[in-house]
């Protein structure tokens, strides 16, 4: 059995519901609890042991699920020198940024 590790990083809004769906759908998940690097807000980050042909059924449920969504920032420091940005900037944040891994070795004890 070929299995991968599907990574997914998820708005805390929409990790909710996904969650119900995926278990109602079988998934086995772990959810951790995720900082982004860049606006430096709390958001959730699935790890998913799935069996390769199960993987394309996975990501149309986190499609469905997850929604982009644009968020405005108030000003926070960039760059090297902590420059703060005076004025409040849109950010455009997707609904879902996921990594599809291979497995070398998958064990349950
Ligand atoms: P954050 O790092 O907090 O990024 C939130 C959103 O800010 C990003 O949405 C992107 O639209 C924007 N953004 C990120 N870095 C930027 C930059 N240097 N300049 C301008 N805008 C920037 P997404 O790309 O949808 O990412 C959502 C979250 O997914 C990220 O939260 C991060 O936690 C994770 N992520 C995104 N790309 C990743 C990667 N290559 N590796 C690991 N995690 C990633």
Redesign the pocket.
Known sequence: MVVKLVIA?VQDSDAGRLIENLNQSNFGITKLA????????G?TTLMIGVEKERVEGLLDIIKEMCR?RKQIVTPFPIGPADVFVPYPVE????GA?IFVVDVERFEKI
């Open positions: 990083v995720s900082t982004g690097g860049f606006l430096k807000r958001n982009p950010v455009s944040i997707g940024t």
